[in-house]
Every structure is written in C-alpha cells, then in structure tokens.
C-alpha cells in the first residue's frame, strides 16, 4: 500500500474495521480483544474468509485508530487484515499501540518481514500451504526466524497439504521456536480429521478450531 498522509502530515492507514470481539484463534483463543482490521491484500488464498477487506477502507491517523481502540477499553488487540504488513505505516501503528500500553498481536501471511517490527508484539504468522494457491510467497527465513512468544499457523485443505507442512517443519523450518497451530479450511476438511492425522504423527502444535466461527456462524465481519 502506498503512503497516504492527511492534511496535517499525518500517516493513514485504510481501515476496513476496528471491533471488540472474542479471540476465536492462536493459543489466545477464547480472550477478550479488539480487532484492528486493515484493508487490502495482495494475495489470494483460495479460502480466504475475510474478502470483504480488500476494499480500500477508511483513512484514519494512527492517533485516530489508538483513541478508538482506547475506547473500546479492552487491553488486548490484533492487528490484522487483509495483510496489515503491505502498509508501510504498519510498523508505527503497532509500535504506537505498544506504547499505549497495549498487549498487541500481528496477524500476517508471512510474506512480509517482520523482523522490524516492536519487539512487544507477537506474531502471528500464516505457513502458507500449496492448497491456499500461494506457496511461492512463504519468506522462509523470516518464518524461520519466528521467537518462542510468537506463532505459525498452519491451514491445511487436504492430506497433501499436511503431508506438505509436516516436511517442512524438518526441512526449511527446522529449529522452529515459534508456537505451531492447525486448522483445517473450514467447510472443507473435517477438524476431526486433521485430529486424527495429528494423533497419528504426533507433530509439534496444537490443534484450534475458529471460535468465532461456532459462536456467531452466521456472521461475515465484525467477529
């Protein structure tokens, strides 16, 4: 995304949606936290939930974006998206959340560096898997450079697809530190499923189910 700057020389990012919710996802699951959603994405997953982002969104200021998640009054927040990384104001949107006292996740694709991001953060990053359609964008180095407080998530489609990611965590992610956690694409590989290979193999990770998506199953944003 380009820079975008108001009037008084502000940096804005376009912001598709700022919401308090219930953390369905990562080893947070099940917590209070706001959801700063920022819009556009140059990829394309195939199963990508939250299309809806792509638009252009609503230029706000950092300032305007940290008093609205103040308000909200919840002391966890996610940056997320879309792919919040392809904002080049990202970096001081979350290290201006961070200064405000604020217990921050980044949720990306891992096709962005992260590494210059504030240390305060944690980060969520995706393992991109050959059934998202986007295999070619995983920074391996980057993934691989991933800190015991932060996570990879693995969305698998299919069994080639686990198969896949189980060989790359001996391979180019060998010495991961990271946490790991797997899900199956919704509606199209049964969680039970995905258990049941897991129990087989017996992988680093845990397991997680969306929770959002069993407590408000017909929701298409805000969630």
Known sequence: MGEDRSEDNEPRLGITEIYASVQGESSHAGRLCTFVRLSGCPLRCRWCDTEYSFAAGQRLSIAAIVQTVQALGLGLVEVTGGEPLAWPQAPALIEALCDAGFEVLVETSGAFAFAHLDPR????????????????????????????????????????????????????????????????????????????????????????IQLHKVLWPLATGGV
């Open 121 to 208: 953060a944690v980060v969520i990053a995706d393992l991109k898997c050959p059934g998202s359609g986007e295999e070619k964008r995983n920074l391996w180095l980057a993934l691989q450079a991933l800190r015991p407080q932060d996570e990879l998530k693995i969305v698998v489609a299919d069994e080639a697809d686990y198969a896949w990611a189980l060989a790359r965590l001996t391979s180019e992610l060998t010495g991961l530190q990271a946490k790991v956690l797997w899900s199956a694409v919704a509606e199209v590989l049964p969680p039970t499923q995905l258990a049941a290979w897991l129990l087989r193999d017996k992988p680093a990770g845990r397991l997680q």
